[in-house]
């Protein structure tokens, strides 16, 4: 297999950065790969033209010796056992004898995800299971298959499902490195530890460039830059994979996925699993970077992304998957769906849906009890001819063909391999040595008053804040946990927290340090290192309306603010999954860190922002901006080589010790009113994205899917109302507790909202009596959120005629509902008998005075 490189000559795009001064204080940054045109697309778009992709030459070519073995193996293979191939559950919903009974291809393990359901669960028991899911694959005694499954992980910033992994930066922090060569390093450490818990196959690199930092993965991805995006891809395949033309899945070698295809980063208004908007040269041009860098190191799978591209769902679109990635690109291994993402499809559901398949699909994720009927009912559309054998057979041989390169039919069983129950290797120190590296070259520095920085570690150092002694806060989301969250200092053995370096460097200097989580100190310090930021959360959790750092709650600014007062100079260390607006924040610290998302090594922190003990410089700053830190908290597209491009400071920033400061003590702290705030819909003849309709009933619920749905006590269908089905009517029997809601599996962010006065408007009618108590209301959790009961005024509308009801969203925060996590936008519930139907619903940013209000109770 030889490696055949090809370059791109990407055409430029000049700007006037918003500033003289500015730019003198930047590194220079390379001309960013985007078209001509604005982001915007043309209702009027032109047809897909597959001659804007590039033909790629791959270095991994086809073996004529394997593709006769995949010949003569499904030469012999039922269709259940093809379609097995295609299944990928997951280890909360399978057994072992499932394994063995059915012969899936592969199986994951997802975030939070762990063997025997513990979270402790050791490497050896990580071992365990991996041998008891090959060898029940490889058992042919019921399925009559002997072929070996394939275990596939999100490895995302090391092997981070597993205690005492070495945990790197995200990939935020690894763009502000612009270190391909560092990168390659991070995947082989990656792939080693991965290798000694016995998986295959990592679902590893996201090469999502992002465009909105609203999204709550803006952390996954490295760059708002696609050149950045593309390097780091081929540099993170070549380390899990190995070289094409050299250890190419070796021993310690895992199987790499290039991920999620394609334009996850620019959906619009940053929502996730959203629509990304753009015409096809601008998704070549900016989202398909990291692909052509990925495919052309060797890269074994693609996964399908959650997003639409202009309303479809790229899941389900052919031209994408088959036409564009395999044919025109010539990608020759396998494309696997994203956690239940062919259920998205229109007219699909989790148990059931062709269009994936024949889109070009070849293996579903369906993390779920729905992988069983998915398996039957892809069995029974391929003998009824709604699947072609041959898109099976396409897809069965991308899958042996990827499984024999890696070489599962001739290595060892998991246990038995080279690095199998090697568990030094799990957060061994030269790793961990890799890791800390990584955090010195990622830190990037907007700020430093006087030369505050670097610290005299000889001094006395108050060291505060929320993240100063928190590991887990530092690693942020997919640690351990799928959100990151639940995790202490305890479930890091062998990290450091930031606090943790400092201490041990300052103490070893002969100076003080003094730890305190409110910034109250015994002794006056001559500088106080604060350490701030978000706590963690991963997809969809993270979604923000603006970028407004603790929006309300200005918790930390006061921290700062109390240390300024008493004389104190202020180091910030703001831990962050993206740039924020803290003009506040950067206005009461005298030195300002963007430290990003270190992961579990934060001593290296301490490397950079402190001195040796004669004054000398340990470690200078290395990183620059690779994402365009905002001037506004409505600033939430600010990407080098737009037309408007006027950001607080610009992509390629970053100061090192001797630099001039460019950020005054006087940053504008003014935000402006969002003006443009428009109804967001609910309900408009059906339920509107991201909201989904869910019926309750007693400890009951269930998702309604079809025009008419009865789940225990309350029962919905359709109606028309003035064009076909455009109402829904619930009806309550009143023989148990009972509910409608409209639910978002992901917290939305509705704050703008309740800052306009707004209300939440439904237009309803009820038929016949009225219960003593109706509740409405919204909710941000179990135990958080408002209600109020609507009964009088339902009582005292006309029966069977239409009419506006709203309640203010300020009573709902009264109660408690927190609209920055909004999980319920909307509930009706009742214990009577009730029938109402629902026209309308929606959040209306200006009160109307024509709705009957309900009074706060």
């Given at each position: 297999?030889?490696?055949?490189?090809?370059?791109?000559?990407?055409?430029?795009?000049?700007?006037?950065?918003?500033?003289?001064?500015?730019?003198?204080a930047?590194?220079?940054?390379?001309?960013?790969?985007?078209?001509?045109?604005?982001?915007?697309?043309?209702s009027?778009?032109?047809?897909?033209n597959v001659?804007?992709?590039?033909?790629?030459?791959?270095?991994?070519?086809?073996?004529?010796?394997?593709?006769?073995?995949?010949?003569?193996?499904?030469?012999?293979?039922?269709?259940?056992?093809?379609?097995?191939?295609?299944?990928?559950?997951?280890?909360?919903?399978?057994?072992?004898d499932?394994?063995?009974?059915?012969?899936?291809?592969?199986y994951?393990?997802?975030?939070?995800a762990?063997?025997?359901?513990?979270?402790?669960?050791?490497?050896?028991?990580?071992?365990?299971?991996?041998?008891?899911?090959?060898?029940?694959?490889?058992?042919?005694?019921?399925?009559?298959?002997?072929?070996?499954?394939?275990?596939?992980?999100?490895?995302?910033?090391?092997?981070?499902?597993?205690?005492?992994a070495?945990?790197?930066?995200?990939?935020?922090?690894?763009g502000a490195?612009?270190n391909?060569?560092?990168?390659?390093?991070?995947?082989?450490?990656?792939a080693?530890?991965?290798m000694?818990?016995?998986?295959?196959w990592?679902?590893?690199?996201?090469?999502?460039?992002?465009?909105?930092?609203?999204?709550?993965?803006?952390?996954?991805?490295?760059s708002?830059?696609?050149q950045?995006?593309?390097?780091?891809?081929?540099?993170?395949?070549?380390g899990?994979?190995?070289?094409?033309?050299?250890?190419?899945?070796g021993?310690?070698?895992?199987?790499?996925t290039?991920?999620?295809f394609?334009?996850?980063?620019?959906?619009?208004?940053?929502?996730?699993?959203?629509?990304?908007e753009?015409?096809?040269?601008?998704?070549?041009?900016i989202?398909?970077?990291?692909?052509?860098?990925?495919?052309?190191?060797?890269?074994?799978?693609?996964?399908?992304?959650?997003?639409?591209?202009?309303?479809?769902?790229?899941?389900?679109?052919?031209?994408?998957?088959?036409?564009?990635?395999?044919?025109?690109?010539?990608?020759?291994?396998?494309?696997v769906?994203?956690?239940?993402?062919?259920g998205?499809?229109?007219?699909?559901?989790?148990?059931?849906?062709?269009?994936?398949?024949?889109?070009?699909?070849?293996?579903?994720?369906?993390?779920?009890?729905?992988?069983?009927?998915?398996?039957h009912n892809?069995?029974?559309?391929?003998?009824?001819?709604?699947?072609?054998?041959?898109?099976?057979?396409?897809?069965?041989?991308?899958?042996?063909?990827?499984?024999?390169?890696?070489?599962?039919?001739?290595?060892?069983?998991?246990?038995?391999?080279?690095?199998a129950?090697?568990?030094?290797?799990i957060?061994a120190?030269?790793?961990?040595?890799?890791?800390?590296?990584a955090?010195?070259?990622?830190?990037?520095?907007?700020?430093?008053?006087?030369?505050?920085?670097?610290?005299?570690?000889?001094?006395?150092?108050?060291?505060?804040?929320?993240?100063?002694?928190?590991?887990?806060?530092?690693?942020?989301?997919?640690?351990?946990?799928?959100?990151?969250?639940?995790?202490?200092?305890?479930?890091?053995?062998?990290?450091?927290?930031?606090y943790?370096?400092?201490?041990?460097?300052?103490?070893?200097?002969?100076?003080?340090?003094?730890?305190?989580?409110?910034?109250?100190?015994?002794?006056?310090?001559?500088?106080?290192?604060?350490?701030?930021?978000?706590?963690?959360y991963?997809?969809?959790?993270g979604?923000?309306?603006?970028?407004?750092?603790?929006?309300?709650?200005?918790?930390?600014?006061?921290?700062?603010?109390?240390?300024?007062?008493?004389?104190?100079?202020?180091?910030?260390?703001?831990?962050?999954g993206?740039?924020?607006?803290?003009?506040?924040?950067?206005?009461?610290?005298?030195?300002?860190?963007a430290?990003?998302?270190?992961?579990?090594?934060?001593?290296?922190?301490?490397?950079?922002?402190?001195?040796?003990?004669?004054?000398?410089?340990?470690?200078?700053?290395?990183?620059?901006?690779?994402?365009?830190?905002?001037?506004?908290?409505?600033?939430?597209?600010?990407?080098?080589?737009?037309?408007?491009?006027?950001?607080?400071?610009?992509?390629?920033?970053?100061?090192?010790?001797?630099?001039?400061?460019?950020?005054?003590?006087?940053?504008?702290?003014?935000?402006?009113?969002?003006?443009?705030?428009?109804?967001?819909?609910?309900?408009?003849?059906?339920?509107?994205?991201?909201?989904?309709?869910?019926?309750?009933?007693?400890?009951?619920?269930?998702?309604?899917?079809?025009?008419?749905?009865?789940?225990?006590?309350?029962n919905?269908?359709?109606?028309?109302?003035?064009?076909?089905?455009?109402?829904?009517r619930?009806?309550?029997?009143?023989?148990?507790?009972?509910?409608?809601?409209?639910?978002?599996?992901?917290?939305?962010?509705?704050?703008?909202?309740?800052?306009?006065?707004?209300?939440?408007?439904?237009?309803?009618?009820?038929?016949?009596?009225?219960?003593?108590?109706?509740?409405?209301?919204?909710?941000?959790?179990e135990?958080?959120?408002?209600?109020?009961n609507?009964?009088?005024?339902?009582?005292?509308?006309?029966?069977?005629?239409w009419?506006?009801?709203?309640?203010?969203?300020?009573?709902?925060?009264?109660?408690?509902?927190?609209?920055?996590?909004?999980?319920?936008?909307?509930?009706?519930q009742?214990?009577?008998?009730?029938?109402?139907?629902?026209?309308?619903?929606?959040?209306?940013?200006?009160?109307?005075?024509?709705?009957?209000?309900?009074?706060?109770?």
């Amino acid at each position: 297999m030889i490696l055949q490189k090809r370059s791109f000559n990407f055409k430029p795009v000049l700007v006037a950065l918003s500033s003289s001064l500015l730019l003198a204080a930047c590194s220079k940054p390379a001309p960013p790969v985007v078209a001509d045109e604005p982001l915007t697309v043309d209702s009027q778009q032109p047809a897909t033209n597959v001659n804007l992709w590039p033909q790629l030459n791959l270095p991994v070519v086809k073996d004529p010796a394997i593709e006769q073995a995949i010949t003569d193996l499904m030469a012999g293979m039922t269709l259940p056992q093809k379609v097995a191939q295609m299944i990928q559950p997951e280890i909360r919903d399978i057994t072992v004898d499932d394994m063995r009974q059915y012969g899936f291809g592969s199986y994951l393990n997802g975030g939070g995800a762990f063997p025997n359901d513990d979270k402790y669960a050791t490497p050896a028991d990580w071992i365990a299971l991996a041998e008891a899911m090959y060898q029940a694959s490889v058992d042919s005694s019921l399925d009559g298959s002997s072929i070996p499954t394939m275990w596939g992980t999100d490895a995302v910033h090391g092997h981070n499902n597993v205690i005492g992994a070495t945990i790197f930066p995200h990939n935020i922090g690894l763009g502000a490195a612009n270190n391909p060569a560092l990168i390659e390093q991070i995947a082989k450490v990656t792939a080693r530890e991965v290798m000694v818990t016995g998986i295959d196959w990592v679902f590893a690199p996201t090469v999502a460039v992002v465009r909105d930092d609203r999204w709550g993965r803006t952390y996954e991805g490295y760059s708002e830059h696609p050149q950045i995006v593309h390097d780091y891809a081929a540099a993170i395949v070549k380390g899990l994979q190995g070289a094409a033309d050299g250890d190419f899945l070796g021993d310690d070698k895992v199987i790499s996925t290039v991920k999620h295809f394609v334009g996850d980063g620019g959906t619009t208004g940053g929502i996730d699993q959203g629509n990304t908007e753009v015409t096809e040269q601008q998704l070549f041009d900016i989202h398909a970077q990291g692909y052509v860098g990925g495919l052309q190191a060797g890269a074994q799978s693609v996964m399908a992304s959650f997003n639409s591209w202009n309303g479809s769902k790229i899941h389900g679109d052919k031209y994408l998957l088959t036409d564009v990635l395999k044919d025109r690109m010539g990608f020759d291994g396998f494309v696997v769906g994203d956690w239940n993402g062919h259920g998205q499809i229109p007219g699909c559901s989790n148990e059931n849906c062709p269009q994936a398949a024949n889109a070009g699909l070849d293996i579903y994720m369906v993390p779920t009890a729905a992988w069983k009927p998915l398996y039957h009912n892809l069995i029974a559309q391929v003998e009824a001819g709604d699947i072609s054998m041959q898109r099976v057979d396409d897809a069965v041989r991308r899958i042996l063909r990827v499984k024999m390169r890696a070489g599962l039919f001739d290595k060892a069983s998991p246990a038995k391999r080279p690095l199998a129950g090697k568990t030094e290797l799990i957060g061994a120190e030269q790793h961990r040595a890799i890791a800390r590296d990584a955090v010195r070259q990622s830190l990037v520095l907007l700020k430093n008053h006087n030369q505050l920085l670097p610290l005299n570690p000889t001094q006395r150092l108050l060291v505060t804040g929320g993240g100063a002694d928190n590991i887990g806060q530092q690693a942020g989301g997919w640690t351990i946990s799928w959100q990151g969250t639940g995790n202490t200092n305890a479930d890091f053995p062998g990290g450091s927290s930031i606090y943790d370096g400092i201490a041990r460097q300052v103490k070893a200097a002969g100076g003080s340090v003094e730890l305190s989580a409110d910034g109250s100190y015994q002794q006056k310090p001559d500088v106080a290192i604060v350490v701030f930021g978000e706590e963690p959360y991963a997809e969809g959790n993270g979604d923000l309306d603006n970028l407004e750092y603790q929006r309300g709650n200005k918790t930390d600014l006061a921290l700062l603010k109390k240390l300024k007062a008493e004389g104190i100079p202020v180091v910030s260390l703001f831990i962050s999954g993206r740039p924020l607006w803290v003009n506040p924040e950067l206005n009461a610290s005298d030195a300002f860190v963007a430290v990003w998302l270190p992961g579990s090594e934060g001593e290296g922190v301490a490397d950079v922002i402190l001195a040796n003990a004669d004054g000398t410089v340990q470690y200078d700053f290395h990183g620059k901006l690779s994402f365009s830190w905002p001037a506004s908290p409505q600033q939430t597209a600010v990407n080098y080589g737009d037309a408007d491009y006027q950001p607080l400071l610009p992509y390629g920033f970053g100061l090192r010790y001797g630099d001039k400061d460019v950020l005054t003590g006087e940053l504008s702290e003014q935000i402006e009113q969002n003006t443009q705030l428009t109804e967001m819909a609910i309900f408009e003849r059906s339920p509107r994205s991201p909201w989904q309709l869910q019926l309750q009933s007693g400890n009951q619920s269930e998702m309604v899917g079809s025009s008419i749905q009865q789940l225990g006590a309350v029962n919905s269908r359709t109606f028309d109302k003035e064009v076909q089905e455009d109402a829904r009517r619930f009806e309550f029997d009143g023989s148990a507790s009972a509910a409608f809601s409209f639910i978002s599996p992901f917290p939305r962010d509705l704050r703008a909202y309740a800052e306009a006065d707004s209300q939440l408007t439904v237009l309803v009618k009820r038929q016949g009596e009225v219960p003593a108590t109706v509740m409405l209301g919204m909710a941000c959790g179990e135990d958080c959120g408002g209600r109020v009961n609507i009964s009088e005024a339902l009582a005292a509308m006309p029966d069977d005629q239409w009419q506006p009801l709203a309640v203010n969203l300020s009573c709902l925060q009264q109660q408690g509902m927190n609209l920055g996590q909004v999980f319920q936008v909307l509930s009706v519930q009742s214990s009577g008998k009730l029938t109402l139907n629902l026209a309308d619903a929606r959040i209306s940013p200006v009160a109307n005075q024509q709705h009957t209000v309900v009074a706060c109770k």
